[in-house]
């Protein structure tokens, strides 16, 4: 019997062997090997534990990555794959919030992983946890891995091996960024790695601030020219390190290595719905109504953080007192405060992985071009999709068709040539013969 290898038990992974047997129909031994003590430990954190798995308004634009053209023609075998749609063939029932989101009903991301384990047992699926690889090879026929279990060092033979190993971010749930090593070592051109959807650090963090949140617009912008590079609406969290919050999460995406401003801004609009001169008048008009600098915020913003925009404008403390020239100075502070010297904060913050193997190494089923029978999806890819479910949807598809077209290109008595893989990748001068980590 043909035996198909997922290595990752997160949600491409288990996508990713499902589809496999509902493919082989019982024609193929499937085996997911993961490193946690249980599967799909990262899965049960999306959606703050509701699990966002998809979104009703997918689009190129909702992803981060250096491939544009190949990104749109893999986006349209995923939506093709229709991951929603599968789902709800298991028996899942979905709710769509009013930004597009889709959730599971019950608003629960173990029942996902429930329904999920339920079906990989029902059609003999193994789930392997407490593995941790140690090399995969090539050679004649297909695959060998060896990886250690508590009991010791073992070793198995696979016919096709799917990757799904995930990319460097979150490292408590058990990723180390393997998967994106053995696409390099595999000889795939590899975009810079950095952390994406994570909150960003300040070179002058507003401290004082922390545990504040106002709804605003928030603007990236190129420092070397002013430019406005992407703008984002929503609730903005003040830390004792920068900015959190969706929007800033967000724009953090397009903070790549060698695609980003060399000198990233972030300008917070913390009234979006006036013009500047529209909320210079509304200041004027509160400024005989209500005195110092901490009651003339009432109704308008946080008094901590009124204090502090009332500061940075370098307005004295009796808003009585001040000329008729000091509003426009504050309003236009209130429209554009800028926070500078920005990085994203590390791995352990970030919801996924910026960067990978490049979207062009892959057909269109994810198989490693040149490569028969190996596979990589999910993170382990240059693509990284915004918050709001863009991630699952790129995941779970990318699984399902690889799942789908593993057991397909596997025949009896199939035999690769005894090749290593710098022979089968497109830039065999960076490749290894094998790939040795833990995952």
Known sequence: MQHILVLGGGAAGLAAALAAAQTAKGSARITVLDRNAKVGKKLLATGNGRCNLDNRDISPERYFTSSPKALRRLLDAVNEAAPLAWFEGLGLYPRTDEAGRVYPYSNQAADVLALLEHHLAALGVELRTGCTVRSLSQSRGGYDLQFETEAGRESLRADAVICAMGGEAGPQFGTDGFGTRFAAQCGGRMAPLYPCLT?????????????????????????????????????????????????????????????????????????PALSEAELSALFARRAGLLG????????????????????????????????????????????????????????????????????????????????????????????????????????????????????????PGSCFLCYSFAAFSSSAASAAASASSSF
């Open 199 to 271: 909150a960003l650090q300040c070179a002058r963090p507003r401290k004082s601030l922390a545990g504040i949140r106002a709804k605003g617009c928030a603007s990236l912008l190129d420092g070397t020219d002013g430019r406005v590079l992407a703008r984002e609406m929503g609730e903005v969290q003040f830390t004792d390190y920068g900015l959190s919050g969706i929007c800033i999460m967000q724009l953090s995406g397009l903070l790549a290595p060698g695609r980003g401003p060399k000198q990233p801004v972030i300008a917070l609009d913390l009234f």
């Open 292 to 411: 110092g600098a901490a009651e003339f915020w009432l109704g308008l913003l946080p008094a901590k953080l009124g204090r502090a925009l009332w500061a940075d404008a370098g307005l004295p403390e009796d808003a009585r007192a001040l000329p008729a020239s000091a509003w426009p100075k504050l309003a236009a502070a209130a429209k554009c405060w800028r926070f500078e010297g920005l990085t994203p904060c590390g791995w352990k913050q970030a919801q996924t992985t910026g960067g990978g193997l490049l979207l062009d190494e892959v057909e269109d089923d994810f198989q490693f071009k040149g490569c028969p029978g190996l596979y990589f999806v999910g993170e382990t890819l240059d693509c990284a999709g915004s918050c709001g479910g863009y991630n699952l949807h790129w995941a779970f598809g990318s699984g399902i068709l690889a799942g789908r077209s593993a057991p397909e290109g596997i025949s």
